[in-house]
């Protein structure tokens, strides 16, 4: 997809690799980025920056904030999925399942309420795309992040779920699998951790080029290969970060 001209939706637009996207969807050409976040004002310093800017109050857990987004951005043709959340908890040295219902509703069920509501625009015709911002923990288990590495797995099938629902439509639909990123949500990752920057501008080189999946960035094509080349092996080497159970 060329991004030249295109009308996007942006969600999780306040946060690092949020950021980062605008820059990129700014600089190859976007006419409009409506900017998804759970408060507007989170994004006022970017609004200032160029009048292509629309900030949407959109919180993936209340549908009737996804409903009064969808009306509102009924013209785009690119969805970026990208809003997110991670406890980083295991399952049972978890106290509950507050963090992991949390992760599922805004890693999975969020995707798929807004993909439901906006099925009749054009992102989702021929022509359009969706990317779906996930995580090389869709592949891999991480028992420290283990009921977020759950949530992202559910989100990888749901991707290659739309993507065989979109083929006869013409749909491009892209998973973007980065591993740890130097954001405010990734701080308790070890590094090295790609920047936001490498996030975006890999997710849109390969969007432009036709993929339906990437890794970007050196390190997550390093993690990916290397699961590929040895997956028990690095799933046995992950298993050993755990939460202590009290």
Do not use: C, W
């Amino acid at each position: 997809m060329n991004i030249e001209g295109s009308v996007v939706l942006l969600t999780g637009a306040n946060g690092g690799i949020g950021r980062a996207f605008v820059e990129q969807l700014l600089k190859r050409g976007a006419s409009k980025i409506y900017l998804g976040v759970r408060n507007p004002a989170a994004v006022q310093d970017l609004v200032g920056q160029s009048d292509r800017l629309v900030p949407i109050e959109l919180d993936l857990s209340r549908p009737d904030q996804i409903a009064r987004a969808a009306s509102a951005v009924s013209d785009i043709n690119l969805l970026i999925n990208n809003a997110g959340t991670a406890a980083f908890s295991g399952a049972l040295s978890a106290r509950d399942t507050t963090g992991a219902r949390a992760e599922m509703e805004a890693n999975y069920f969020g995707v798929l309420a807004l993909s439901q509501a906006l099925r009749d625009t054009a992102a989702f015709h021929a022509g359009g795309a969706i990317v779906n911002i996930l995580s090389v923990l869709s592949h891999i288990t991480l028992p420290v992040a283990g009921t977020y590495s759950a949530s992202k797995a559910a989100a990888l099938h749901l991707t290659r779920t739309l993507r065989a629902e979109l083929k006869s439509r013409g749909v491009q639909v892209l998973a973007v699998l980065p591993a740890q990123t130097d954001t405010a949500m990734g701080a308790a990752l070890p590094e090295p951790k790609l920047t936001p920057q490498q996030v975006a501008s890999g997710a849109l080189d390969a969007l432009a080029a036709g993929a339906e999946e990437v890794f970007p960035g050196e390190l997550s094509q390093a993690t990916a290969k290397a699961f590929k080349d040895d997956p028990e092996g690095i799933q046995a080497q992950l298993a050993q970060l755990v939460h202590a159970i009290d």
